[in-house]
Antibody
């Protein structure tokens, strides 16, 4: 079955950087688009970024554009999110999520999430 | 930026029908997906492509869409259906995902 396991969360100071990883299994990773979605404490879900199955196109929410970079390594079945210039408002649980196809922008499976806390 | 609008809360008694709406200008041309999120857990897909139900999701969950509004219906809601429900779609470009603000369903 589909498994998505996020890692790399933690506490970071404002202005700092962090890289999240998502290890995928149970499906042909290289054939599906992938997403990052976040949820601030006590708040709703926010779509963050999407990458096509082959990494050819990447899309971002306005709130993270220019600061976050989504990438993937299909040889390692792993998705990444490089987060730079972090702000307090980036504090959230970050979920890795699988697209329903190569690049529909719709999500069918989710990981369990990793918590990122931006605080001094 | 594109927005999807949901009511903050819906409350029903066990066995009643719960309806959660989601409105958005692009919904006539874009699918709506619905996710259930129970406290402390990751979201789970309950309806895709407006009205289709994934395997393992109870038949009491159904979806529909008409014009700029999509609706999630839970027929005969049960206590275990208490959760936050989120609609999801894409903007008109199809390249950016958008979530509704979420609806807290209370069944008691």
């Amino acid at each position: 079955q589909v498994q998505l396991v996020e890692s790399g969360g933690g506490v970071v100071q404002p202005g700092g950087s962090l890289r999240l990883s998502c290890a995928a299994s149970g499906f042909t990773f290289s054939s599906y688009g992938m997403h990052w979605v976040r949820q601030a404490p006590g708040k709703g879900l926010e779509w963050v970024a999407f990458i096509r199955y082959d990494g050819s196109n990447k899309y971002y929410a306005d709130s993270v554009k220019g600061r976050f970079t989504i990438s993937r390594d299909n040889s390692k079945n792993t998705l990444y999110l490089q987060m730079n210039s972090l702000r307090a408002e980036d504090t959230a649980v970050y979920y890795c999520a699988k697209d329903v196809e190569m690049a529909t922008t719709f999500i069918d499976y989710w990981g369990q999430g990793t918590l990122v806390t931006v605080s001094s | 930026s594109y927005e999807l609008t949901q009511p903050p809360s819906v409350s029903v008694s066990p066995g009643q029908t719960a309806r959660i709406t989601c409105s958005g200008d692009a919904l006539p041309k874009k699918y709506a997906y619905w996710y259930q999120q129970k406290s402390g857990q990751a979201p789970v897909l309950v309806i895709y492509e407006d009205s289709k139900r994934p395997s393992g999701i109870p038949e009491r969950f159904s979806g529909s869409s008409s014009g700029t509004m999509a609706t999630l219906t839970i027929s005969g809601a049960q206590v275990e259906d208490e959760a936050d429900y989120y609609c999801y779609s894409t903007d008109s470009s199809g390249n950016h995902g958008v979530f509704g603000g979420g609806t807290k369903l209370t069944v008691l």
